[in-house]
């Protein structure tokens, strides 16, 4: 027999059980599943490898993916709390180590464990746009979903013959579980009523505690990146901006304002999906990026970048790959909800293109360069 | 046997890759700090408090326990997940869209609200006996 300390006897609760933990344990590992391919889907989306090419339909396949990202992971908050609540004992477990395996066991607990409350702590810190921490949030927030997975897929593979030893029978014990786990879903369903109207608007005014709101912002939409943050305010309101399409192409092209408006205007209804999770629809307004590519003379598989009046920064170009600047859908905008752009939106021109993260879309542009 | 230690090489790889990354193109030092910290914070403040309340609540009348414990464990996870946006530390003059809304003001209504279906449950109770 291992001697127990006192300590053990005193966690009264007898939810502290196996048959608690495995159900949790199955719900976080379908949480924490969704949210390392939906995250996966996010990193890859903004640095392609080569031989990836993102479609450009459907058109609000990203907007989906990454809400599932940010309205599941605040949703997992209150499993994973429960889960560590449900299996605290363990912290105290006499004696600590009994071997080295064992030793190595605890470690990998501990991976796991950390893993999963820093993803939880800095994403949400992320979202709420306080930057608390020194690093920088997606490349620490990246790596450390790598160290949750293999944590978690070494768990899984030690914990597999107890969960299917638990879930598998019915329990004679008496135990109250079903209480506490539809608590516990409960309280994951009140976070994601109050937040996922962020990004599905028909539940807009439920998103009490949602850090954006569909609806509000200049035109009515959101802003990420303002012109004052960018430093564009002066450069974006000249008179005499030009947008010029260059590089590759057969005949260079420079546009007024009053020429591109004299071009085939289109109207879309498109999102601003954005990587922190909301996104909103507008109607946008503009000239064809296919149509002025072929106005240039491009090759088909010409790949595309457009630059931003920026100075710096990460966002200030980005690139267009062959099934984006050929959707007919992928609009140079001139304007918003039926005005001209707000100068937060991006004015004079941006991209907007459907299935593509908000920081992609280009704002402030003013020059089209074909690689 | 094969398949379990295909599965720890795969686990185990996943684990040395994303330390990798982390050291070369994070900040190791203050990652650490957050990675760690979480842990101390989380096994030695949130549940020890949490712990506290129930030594509490196991005061209560039985009838009352689990609807009390109930609320206290759906409004403490309201109350975590919007405490970023009551702070509203990320606010900025240049972005009014930024969290526009007043949270602690939503915070207070949710708890009452989480209040007020507790109490219904607990009269509920009462009267079907
Ligand atoms: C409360 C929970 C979580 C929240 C609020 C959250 C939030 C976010 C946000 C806002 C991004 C976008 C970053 C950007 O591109 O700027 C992101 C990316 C990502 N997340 Fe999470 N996340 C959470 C949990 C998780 C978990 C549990 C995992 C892993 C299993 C994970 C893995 C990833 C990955 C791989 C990315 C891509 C990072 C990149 O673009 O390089 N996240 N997350």
């Known amino acids: 027999m291992v001697r127990q300390p006192s300590v053990l006897g005193r966690f009264s609760s007898r939810l502290h059980d196996e048959r608690t933990a495995s159900w949790l344990g199955i719900w976080l590992g379908v949480s924490f599943g969704v949210a390392f391919l939906t995250g996966l889907i996010s990193h890859f989306m903004q640095q392609p490898p080569d031989w990836l090419r993102w479609p450009s339909r459907p058109v609000n396949l990203y907007r989906v993916t990454q809400g599932l990202h940010v309205i599941g992971g605040l949703a997992t908050i209150p499993l994973l709390l429960a889960k560590m609540w449900t299996v605290y004992p363990k912290l105290f477990q006499w004696p600590p180590l009994r071997s080295a395996r064992h030793a190595v066991e605890r470690g990998l607990i501990f991976l796991l464990v950390a893993a999963a409350l820093f993803q939880m702590v800095t994403g949400l810190l992320n979202i709420a746009y306080w930057y608390a921490f020194p690093f920088f949030f997606t490349v620490a927030h990246y790596w450390t979903s790598y160290i949750l997975i293999g944590a978690l897929i070494i768990h899984v593979v030690n914990e597999w013959a107890k969960v299917q030893r638990t879930v598998m029978k019915r329990p004679e014990d008496g135990v109250d579980r079903r209480a506490f786990l539809f608590t516990v879903a409960a309280a994951s369903g009140a976070v994601m009523l109050t937040t996922v109207g962020e990004t599905f608007s028909p539940l807009a005014r439920l998103a009490v505690l949602a850090p954006r709101r569909p609806g509000v912002g200049p035109a009515r939409l959101p802003v990420n990146t303002s012109a004052v943050a960018a430093g564009v305010t002066t450069t974006a309101r000249k008179p005499d901006w030009t947008l010029t399409v260059t590089g590759q192409v057969e005949r260079e092209l420079t546009f007024t304002m009053a020429e591109l408006r004299a071009l085939p205007q289109h109207t879309e209804r498109l999102p601003i999906s954005c990587v922190e999770g909301w996104s909103a629809s507008g109607d946008w307004t503009g000239v064809r990026l296919r149509d002025l590519l072929r106005m240039a003379g491009v090759a088909a598989d010409a790949q595309v970048r457009v630059e931003s009046l920026q100075r710096g920064g990460p966002y200030r170009k980005s690139w267009v790959d062959p099934p984006h600047w050929r959707d007919p859908l992928t609009l140079l905008a001139l304007d918003l909800n039926g005005a001209p752009l707000d100068l937060d939106h991006g004015s004079p021109c941006r991209l907007i293109a459907p299935n593509r993260p908000g920081v992609l879309q280009t704002k402030w542009l003013h020059t089209v360069v074909v690689a | ?129």
């Open chain 2, 1 to 129: 046997m094969k398949t379990r230690i295909a599965l720890y090489a795969v686990g185990g790889s996943l684990i040395l890759l994303g330390l990798r990354g982390i050291v070369t193109e994070s900040e190791p030092r203050s990652w650490v700090v957050w990675f760690a910290g979480a842990v101390l914070l989380h096994d030695f403040v949130l549940v020890p408090a949490v712990l506290v309340i129930g030594v509490l609540t196991a005061w209560l009348p039985v009838a009352c326990r689990t609807p009390v414990r109930a609320a206290l464990i759906v409004a403490g996870a309201l109350t975590l997940v919007a405490s970023p946006m009551v702070l509203s530390t990320g606010q900025r003059p240049d972005n009014p869209s930024i969290l526009p809304l007043s949270y602690g003001r939503s915070l207070v209504i949710l708890l009452a609200l989480v209040v007020a279906v507790t109490a219904i449950w607990l009269l509920r109770k009462r009267t079907q006996k």
